[in-house]
């Protein structure tokens, strides 16, 4: 009997552990499915993201600059919040917006051919002046910033770089001048791109660390992932692009979790084709041989395209 009694409680023993290892094992392979899930949301997000800017209607581009492109940040930022709600089924109100901009996005940022817009928690209001009021008595939302250059200074000159490579805006003792080619330092066009790169994880990992010094309205202390610090190496950004940092998601999960993700679209360069009316016929050549006093009335991809809306190739701009 007491034999038995013992085998019993050995058992039931051996059993409890079970329980217990299974529980942990099946936590485990919850979390991990959890992060999958949220980095796939996230990237699919900055993905739709850097799509849905490079489409827009407000997207603008420079005919005499291949490569230069303006638009609207927040175009890209809504479309983010918007895909990125999509994924975890939650409904499109201003609730789960607020919830998401403010407590999941440390920050957020589009980056252009010659700048980059960074989103970030921003007190917009407040009743009373700070510090004699506290922060987080205040309204918050996360806010653009103005268009920053990549700067690159070298021997005591600032240069803005750009995407391109081809030349830099260089600024020496207060003289304002355009630098041709590459500026010192940086040899080929795959360094210029991983000098702005690095420029932007900068400006994120000092964001990072300024909102902890004054967390006061967000449960969980951002931080600043591998990922940032490794993915300058391989040269993401080579044209518009989009870099989502999103943190301390408990949607789904008792833990929080975190995800990074870099989405972009190489511009290939591509001579436009002006079309405009000279002595009263419709000519076409391409943009960058065109004078600087004939005003375009339309640009195409291809001479096919202009030719097709009626225009005829203007041999004295062409050659």
């Given amino acids: 009997m007491k034999r ?22 099946i936590q485990k392979d919850i979390q991990e499915f959890e992060q999958l899930k949220l980095s796939f949301a996230v990237d699919y ?20 600059e291949t490569n230069y492109l303006s638009a609207d940040p927040n175009l890209a930022l809504e479309t983010f919040i918007d895909v990125f709600s999509a994924n975890y089924g939650l409904n499109f109100d201003e609730t789960n917006e607020t919830h998401i901009r403010m407590n999941f996005i ?18 917009i ?92 309205r967000w449960a969980n202390t951002f931080y600043i992932p591998r990922d940032l610090t490794t993915y300058t190496g391989v040269n993401c950004i080579e044209g518009p ?28 360069k591509a001579r436009m084709v002006a079309g405009y009316t000279r002595d009263g016929i419709k000519y076409y050549c391409y943009a960058d041989k065109l004078p600087s006093f004939i005003n375009v009335e339309n640009l195409y991809p291809t001479i096919r395209e202009a030719a097709k809306a009626g225009y005829y190739c203007d041999i004295k701009h062409m050659e």
């Fill in 45 to 64: 997000a900055s993905d739709a993201a850097i799509w849905e800017l490079l489409n827009s209607k407000d997207l603008s581009m420079d005919y005499s």
């Fill in 241 to 268: 692009s989009v870099l989502a940092l999103v943190q301390n998601v408990d949607l789904t999960t008792s833990r929080p979790i975190s995800a990074f993700s870099v989405a972009g679209s190489k511009i290939q």
């Fill in 125 to 216: 209001s407040n009743a009373n002046n700070y510090p004699e009021n506290k922060l987080s008595d205040g309204d918050w939302d996360l806010k653009f910033g103005p268009k920053l250059p990549y700067t690159y200074e070298y021997n005591g000159s600032t240069y803005a770089l750009n995407m391109g490579g081809e030349y830099a805006l260089k600024i020496n003792k207060n003289m304002l001048s355009k630098h041709k080619g590459l500026p010192p330092g940086i040899s080929s066009k795959e360094d210029n791109l991983g000098e702005i790169s690095r420029i932007i994880s900068s400006n994120i990992s000092y964001t990072v660390n300024k909102l902890n010094e004054t967390n006061t």
């Fill in 106 to 123: 440390p920050a957020f940022v589009v980056a252009m051919y010659d700048g980059y817009y960074l989103a970030t928690p921003t007190l």
């Fill in 4 to 25: 038995t009694g013992i085998a019993l409680l050995v058992c039931l023993y051996y059993l409890g552990g079970l329980i217990i290892f299974s529980s942990n094992y």
